[in-house]
């Protein structure tokens, strides 16, 4: 049994607070959502790799996890509607001892933000893209997207849908990122590790977090809350770390795959670009300073 | 002896399980009482169970719950021994 004094030095708050807004808390995301679960995973992920939190900055688009930019307490930036990926490229570059995370939903990222997240890919900026995937656009009342498996009900397609969804991994895979993981919001200390190991890497890095969305996917197509997804994603996960993209297509109901598909080193785009200034100009290309913004 | 203990801080609670059903030892069940929102939230029912994982910590979306460890009954905290 407890006893009384075996309580006395209780930590007197949650170890993610002191990184978070708490004044915004609690947050609007449904009971049942797993975009808190990924976000708690990522604050651990920065808290555990001991990076220098005045030298980040987290980037959100548009969305239910847009919001995350406003409850984070680092440097954070709310942008437009699927320009997240633009303003953290700018980000980086105008200051490159940043480091920048983007963290948006799939509707953001790859619907309206597709052309700038595949071209983000192609370059190799150094950026890290978290998306966190529920498969619709939640926050404006759940329409179908482009990650929507097919047949599954949202408010746009009421007789199921029949559009092929994007498999990102694969889409990413393609583009040319060097980091491509796909998790859960199950697999919550695998989520962690794969934010700590993409705060180290340079290039551009990117996770597919698949989450429940309880009140607009889940609830329309009869598969229970956010508790019954988090247990099929418990029963229906499979790691296959290293599997070729192409391979991890999802569906409604089906098997996922998850891990760590792609792990490669290609030069980042501003070593590119200093490296092809200096050859064609010699002495005449002046290194701009390490950091403009001080 | 419990090795760790969960705080559960009620009124930030949406009640969404996610603590309850992947607590490893089983410390944990909803509670039929409500918080000020009308959400009904977890309660411990197995103290001496706790092991201070903190699983449940990294799975609550809603920042509400922690684990931390006791040791000769002092808390250390977050789940981690440092």
Same mark, same amino acid.
């Given at each position: 049994m407890i006893e009384t004094e075996d309580l006395v030095e209780a930590p007197p708050q949650n170890p993610v607070e002191p990184y978070?807004?708490?004044?915004?808390? /609690?947050?609007?995301?449904? /009971?049942?959502?797993g975009i808190g679960t990924s976000l708690n995973c990522f604050v651990r992920a920065l808290i555990e790799s001991k990076e220098d939190l005045d030298r980040l900055a987290v980037v959100s688009g548009i969305g239910c996890s847009g919001r995350v930019a406003g409850y984070?307490?680092?440097? %954070?930036f709310h942008t437009t509607h699927g320009r997240a990926v633009p303003f953290a490229t700018g980000l980086k570059l105008a200051n490159p001892a940043l480091k920048v995370v983007v963290y948006s939903g799939d509707g953001d990222l790859f619907a309206i933000g597709g052309n700038h997240i595949i071209h983000a890919a192609r370059r190799n900026v150094d950026i890290k893209v978290i998306c966190v995937n529920?498969?619709?656009?939640?926050?404006?009342?759940g329409q179908s997207g482009p990650t929507t498996p097919p047949s599954s009900i949202t408010t746009t397609s009421p007789y199921g849908g029949f559009e092929p969804a994007f498999n990102l991994p694969h889409l990413m895979d393609a583009a040319g990122a060097v980091y491509v993981a796909r998790w859960t919001t199950f697999h919550v200390r695998q989520l962690t590790r794969a934010m700590i190991e993409i705060l180290h890497k340079p290039g551009f890095c990117f996770i597919e977090v698949l989450s429940p969305c309880p009140t607009l996917y889940e609830r329309r197509n009869k598969l229970g809350d956010g508790l019954d997804t988090m247990k099929y994603y418990k029963e229906k996960s499979k790691i296959r770390h290293g599997? /070729?993209? %192409? !391979?991890?297509a999802l569906d409604k109901r089906g098997e996922i795959i998850v891990g760590k598909f792609v792990d490669r080193n290609r030069p980042e785009y501003l070593e590119l670009m200093r490296a092809q200034h200096r050859a064609q100009l010699g002495d005449r290309f002046v290194e701009a300073p390490a950091c403009l913004c001080d | 002896m419990a090795r760790g203990f969960v705080t559960i801080l009620i009124e930030r609670c949406?009640?969404?399980?996610f603590c309850v059903e992947f607590c490893p030892t089983k410390v944990l069940a909803m509670s039929s009482a409500f918080n000020s929102k009308g959400y009904h939230p977890p309660h411990v029912?197995? /103290? !001496?169970?706790? %092991?201070?994982?903190d699983l449940c910590g990294m799975f609550c979306p809603d920042f509400a719950i922690f684990g931390w460890k006791l040791r000769n009954g002092k808390a250390v905290g977050g789940g981690r021994e440092s």
């Open positions: 978070l807004r708490t004044d915004r808390l /609690p947050h609007i995301w449904c /009971p049942g959502c984070v307490a680092f440097d %954070s529920n498969f619709l656009y939640a926050m404006t009342g599997a /070729p993209t %192409s !391979e991890v | 949406k009640g969404c399980g029912v197995a /103290p !001496e169970k706790c %092991s201070g994982c």
